[in-house]
Nanobody, 115 residues
Framework: QVQVVESGGGLVQPGGSLRLSCAAS????????MDWYRRAPGKQRELVAG???????NYADSVKGRFTISRDNAKNTVYLQMNSLKPEDTAVYYC?????????WGQGTQVTVSS
């Protein structure tokens, strides 16, 4: 079993920055990738960024150049650095861990971009 817990959300003005953290615990040896998803009000959940155990990353076109995903293996933590935030980035952000048998989701953290 794997548990993932997000933190770092909050209210920020347009153009500001936030860093989300996802702390993973449990049987982590089976995890081969971790992602950040988001769900905005009235919209479907979408993939924001992902990182594999080998360090390869991918990003949604809407966040390329603004968001950076990274990992600290010693802390079993994945980060999402979000810069130049826009109102359309407002959403609940979820951490997602992938294993061959199943996926694991966190509870989510709210990010609100508003003046």
């Amino acid at each position: 079993q794997v548990q993932v817990v997000e933190s770092g959300g909050g209210l920020v003005q347009p153009g500001g920055s936030l860093r989300l953290s996802c702390a993973a615990s449990g049987s982590l040896s089976s995890i081969y990738a971790m992602d950040w998803y988001r769900r905005a009000p009235g919209k479907q959940r979408e993939l924001v960024a992902g990182i594999t155990s080998g360090g390869s990353t991918n990003y949604a076109d809407s966040v390329k150049g603004r968001f950076t995903i990274s990992r600290d293996n010693a802390k079993n933590t994945v980060y999402l650095q979000m810069n130049s935030l826009k109102p359309e980035d407002t959403a609940v952000y979820y951490c997602h861990a992938r294993s061959p048998l199943r996926d694991f989701w966190g509870q989510g953290t709210q990010v609100t971009v508003s003046s």
